[in-house]
Each structure stands twice: as C-alpha cells, then as structure tokens.
C-alpha cells in the first residue's frame, strides 16, 4: 500500500476546493480512479495539510513532518494549486522535496498541473459528487471504526486491526 500525504494551498484549504468550498475532489480522483492520484495503484491518502503559506517555503518542514508523524511515502500537490498558475512556486518546492526526500511528488491530483494551468475551476456533473446524507454516513461510520478501534486498542490483548474489526461490524 502507497501512503499518500496531500500538501494543499492554505488559501484553498480555507475555502475548499475551487468551485465546491469542500475539500473532495482529491478524494473523489481516488475513489474513481481518475486523474493522476487516481492511477496510483494501491494508493491510500493518509495525511492532508496545508501549505504553510505563500511563498510556501515551509513545505519542505511539512513534508519531512509528514514523513515522521504519518509514514507518508508519496507526497500530492493538487490540481488547485496549478489553476491559473495559482502557485507559481509549486514545481520548484516539489522538486527540493524530492531532492531532500527521495520520495516523489505527483503534481496534480484529478487534473495533471500542465492542463491545470489553463483552468479557473473545475466543474462535475452533479451526480459524480456524493449527497450531503452519503458525506454525513461516511464519516459517521469512520467516527464508529475508530471508536470501536479505540476501545479494543486500550485492552492489551485484545488490540485489534481495523480489518478485524470490519469483519465484526
């Protein structure tokens, strides 16, 4: 399994994704398959987090933070940070994280950056996007997992994987 930390803009993760004020579009590439992130084979984003801010020379901090607290072995930088060359300093930052690293930087997430560039927001069929009742059940059963994981972790011997505790559920 790739772990995946996504560094997203500080200005964006504010607002949310261009187009949407929610942060999905990363997810949604995932979950379907598509874009860049999409391709990824065995991918699983682990970490998200913010660009410290512009010029966004505290991403390399970030990362190498990423890397200690969250195992990440992949870094994204998403499509948003390229629409309309939003982030002119974004290729240059992937690189030195790179090159201090030694763990990749995909640029872009559901658009590749160069065909972001061209691009002021990103607009999806209605139905590609999950309803707010579908949102809210999601994350009600993520908040159960880890409830159910939390509980069994504070027993000694009977720590359990999530795997297990999916089967039991």
Known sequence: MLRVGIIACRDYWKKGCPGYQAHILCFLAREKHQGPLGELEGANIVAMQPCPGCPGTGR????????????????????????????????????????????????????????????????????????????RQRLLNLNYLQYLYDRQASAPRKALQILTLLKMA
């Open 60 to 135: 390399l901090a970030l990362a190498r933070r990423m890397i200690a607290h969250d195992r990440v072995d992949c870094f994204v930088f998403p499509s948003c940070l390229f629409f309309n060359n939003h982030c002119p300093t974004a290729a240059s930052h992937a690189r030195a994280i790179e090159a201090a690293t030694g763990r990749p930087v995909l640029l872009g997430s559901y658009l590749e950056a160069a065909r972001a560039r061209s691009c002021a927001s990103v607009i999806i069929k209605p139905g590609d996007i999950p309803s707010i009742t579908e949102c």
